[in-house]
């Protein structure tokens, strides 16, 4: 597989990644107009560790599995690389978000 294939495929595992985040985020932030504003002490904090579960596994799923189907499949360099160029798209957006809420601040 070529660079400039894994560097798409970064790219977009990143890019999901994001979209997941902002997703799960907006949620959370409009959760009380979603779901009601009752207080259930024992139900929310089952159903926010369980969506923190879910988080983990989706992200894990975003970040790690190709590099690692890439490298149990006998491609040990293609994996390694996806994963360190996947893991440099996601340090790119966050300073780009955070540039841009510094500027918006």
């Not at 495929?9 to 990644?17: D, K, P, R, V």
Request: charged residues 15%.
């Amino acid at each position: 597989m070529n660079n400039k294939k894994l560097v798409g495929m970064a790219a977009i595992h990143a890019l999901g990644t994001l979209i997941y985040v902002f997703l799960v985020t907006a949620i959370m932030n409009n959760g009380e107009k979603l779901f009601g504003s009752e207080d259930n002490e024992i139900l929310m904090p089952v159903v926010f560790l369980l969506l923190f579960v879910f988080s983990a596994l989706i992200t894990s799923f975003l970040v790690l599995g190709k590099p690692l189907m890439l490298y149990l499949d006998g491609q040990k360099k293609e994996g390694v690389k996806m994963l360190f160029y996947t893991g440099g798209f996601l340090l790119a957006i966050i300073v780009i978000v955070g540039t841009i809420l510094a500027i918006v601040k």
